[in-house]
């Protein structure tokens, strides 16, 4: 049952995965742009390359001849996965969900046109001025975001008018790929916003995880916390809108969708096609399998008979501060002397401010407030020093 499995990008999420696919015997062979990153520390082999180079690409598909691609991040090639899918590789979860949500004009688009789903107005813009357009007819305040970023990069909210020129140059400098083109939604009045870990299965129905709440900013998530408070009804819309679209873009594995809740009901915001950073809080032992596990079964068409919460968890980020070519770490024995704690360092072998370096895990019983195990995340999160 041993496959090759290609990891495109090899971020702490990757990391994650291939630790898990290694417990049941997987051979993986890790890719991103840098040496020692994260995931490669872990793998059995590893390569360095720009994965926006399509030959590049293309060498080393043919090289390792892997049974399964699965990208981690958004800055792949990823047109050329319809051709690996026609060789008979396996692209995680299918190369049309890869396509269409490394973009996120063509997974937006899907949501609310073809499926009809509910989602924040928006236009698109290739320009400053076609962003000055765009905001005048969103309305202010909005939120623009590039096309192709990750972990909220070159994201910014138009609070007036004089703020749409920066948000245009912010949005180009962290853009991903070789798009420069931004997502312009109105603002959402919402209440909370969560992660619905959805899994796709080969032969079995759609699953999902108990609804991840978190906050969030510069775009990015800084505590996570299982289960969020959702009323059943907003549950069952969120997972009816899950099914829909990733019914519409093929294959197995988790998806990490995102929602907005308000009064007037669940609106859809983004989707991943892979394990969600919010959903580390997986790692603080919340379920029977983690979101990494998950993802690896569905792929590897390993049935899952069912996912159960069992214990109430959070996460909150450790970042540097500063950049280092050697970051080291103070304050760890103190997170490790705390009950009911957990943590994991990344190994990231260099640190740039707001740099995500590691996480803080907690947990308690299922009866215990959430809002409380959350609030000993963030406090022993605080403990470490990122040193440069």
């Not at 990153?37 to 598909?61: R, S, Y």
């Not at 004009?105 to 698109?124: P, S």
């Not at 690896?296 to 049935?303: F, N, Q, V, Y």
Request: net charge negative; aromatic share 8%.
């Amino acid at each position: 049952m041993t496959k090759k499995i290609l990891l495109l990008g090899s971020g702490e999420l990757g990391k994650e995965f291939v630790i898990a696919a290694q417990r049941i015997g997987q051979t993986v062979i890790a890719v991103d742009s840098y040496a020692n990153a994260p995931a490669m520390q872990v793998a059995h082999q590893f390569e360095v390359i720009n994965m926006l180079d399509g030959d590049a690409l293309d060498t080393i598909v043919a090289k390792h001849q892997p049974d399964f691609i699965v990208p981690e991040i958004e800055a792949i090639r990823t047109e050329r996965f319809y051709d690996y899918e026609k060789q008979g590789i396996t692209v995680v979860p299918s190369a049309k969900a890869a396509n269409f949500t490394m973009n996120r004009k063509a997974i937006r688009d899907l949501a609310a046109k073809e499926l009809g789903l509910r989602t924040a107005n928006y236009r698109y813009a290739t320009s400053a001025s076609e962003l000055e357009k765009a905001v005048s007819e969103v309305g202010i305040p909005c939120v623009v975001k590039p096309l192709m970023s990750s972990s909220g990069k070159g994201q910014s909210t138009i609070k007036s008018e004089s703020d749409i020129e920066k948000a245009w140059q912010y949005a180009v400098e962290g853009s991903r790929g070789d798009v420069v083109e931004v997502i312009v939604e109105a603002f959402v009045n919402f209440n909370s916003e969560i992660t619905l870990l959805t899994i796709t299965q080969n032969n079995n129905p759609t699953l999902f995880c108990a609804p991840i709440g978190h906050r969030q900013e510069r775009g990015d998530y800084q505590e996570s916390w299982q289960p969020a408070r959702v009323s059943n009804a907003a549950i069952a819309e969120a997972q009816d809108m899950a099914r829909k679209v990733t019914e519409a873009l093929g294959g197995a594995g988790l998806f990490g969708v995102e929602f907005f809740l308000t009064d007037e009901g669940v609106y859809f915001s983004e989707l991943s096609p892979r394990p969600h950073d919010t959903g580390m809080v997986t790692l603080a032992g919340t379920q029977n399998f983690n979101e990494f596990e998950l993802h690896l079964r569905a792929i590897l068409s390993l049935p899952i008979a069912a996912i159960t919460l069992e214990k109430n968890g959070a996460s909150a980020v450790i970042l540097a501060s500063e950049n280092s070519d050697n970051p080291t770490f103070s304050g760890v024995e103190k997170v490790a002397a705390l009950p009911k704690t957990d943590f994991r360092l990344f190994g990231k072998p260099t640190s740039r401010p707001y740099r995500r370096m590691g996480v803080v895990l907690t947990n308690d019983t299922l009866e215990t407030p959430i809002e409380s195990i959350t609030e000993r995340a963030k406090e022993t999160a605080a403990l470490v020093t990122v040193n440069a």
